[in-house]
């Protein structure tokens, strides 16, 4: 079926306008669109919608190939032969029977791979890392990555401990009297305090970037009951006290609690 897909994206690319004037750079943005909306319905657990969003994404991805093709740069056979390649090499434990005790062991191997692969060419395990990615996954990318090498906290213990003692640096700072490097110092301890949470969710097998996500829309959930409730009993919300905005917002916080 991916034959029969190739073909339609080549009668696109001659006969349709639109497909015909699209470029390397012109579907970037397309590119991240279909991302971040695969990403939606992998979360909201939509077979459909995933299903949808997949086949989006594999024409982009397709369609960035053929454009490469119809410059000359490369053949589809090319890309596919060079990722079985790096599987197969990368995987040893799979396809050349080296023993392994865990994943971790699985990481190391990998690193260890990917660096005689690159000898000779000023190789950093961070080299890859991609500039365009949001800050929260870039973090946890960066660790993941140094991890495989051993740089990285033996527990969560540990990383608990770097957790505290950034607060404390944070709040040092916020106290401090010394205004003119106030907020650039500010705002620095603030990204190390940051760097140390989203260790600690990689510690604790948590994504990041997802648990924020989560906890923002539990919040737009339940900031939305509250508005609701006060449209309810008929209540400016603007004019409202902060406790009277406190005590609701307690009771829909109980509510959504119970309900799941």
Not at 133 to 145: D, G, S, W, Y
Request: with cysteine; charged share 40%; proline share 3%.
């Amino acid at each position: 079926m991916v034959h029969e897909l190739i073909k339609v994206l080549k009668k696109l690319r001659r006969e349709c306008p639109w497909d015909r004037k699209q470029t390397l750079q012109s579907v970037r943005p397309l590119i991240k669109s279909e991302v971040f909306e695969l990403d939606s319905a992998i979360q909201e657990k939509n077979i459909d919608k995933i299903v949808e969003e997949l086949g989006d994404l594999l024409f982009l991805l397709l369609f960035v190939a053929r454009i490469l093709e119809e410059k000359k740069k490369i053949r589809f056979s090319k890309i596919t032969k060079r990722i079985k390649d790096k599987l197969v090499r990368r995987h040893p434990h799979v396809f050349k029977g080296v023993k392994v005790k865990n994943i971790a062991e699985i990481l190391k191997n990998w690193e260890r791979i990917k660096q005689k692969e690159k000898k000779g060419k000023n190789y950093s395990i961070l080299a890859s890392v991609p500039e365009g990615l949001p800050a929260l996954p870039k973090a946890q990318l960066v660790q993941e990555r140094v991890a495989r090498v051993g740089f990285d906290f033996s527990d969560y213990k540990g990383v608990l401990k770097k957790v505290s003692e950034e607060v404390t640096e944070l709040k040092k700072e916020i106290e401090s009297r010394r205004k003119p490097v106030r907020l650039r110092r500010i705002s620095e301890e603030f990204g190390d305090l940051l760097f140390s949470l989203v260790n600690l969710a990689r510690h604790l097998d948590i994504d990041a970037e997802s648990s924020l996500e989560k906890a923002t829309n539990k919040f737009i959930k339940r900031f939305m009951a509250l508005e609701k409730d006060f449209l309810k009993n008929k209540k400016d919300l603007i004019k409202s006290s902060l406790k009277e905005k406190d005590r609701v917002w307690e009771r829909v916080k109980t509510k959504s609690t119970f309900s799941g």
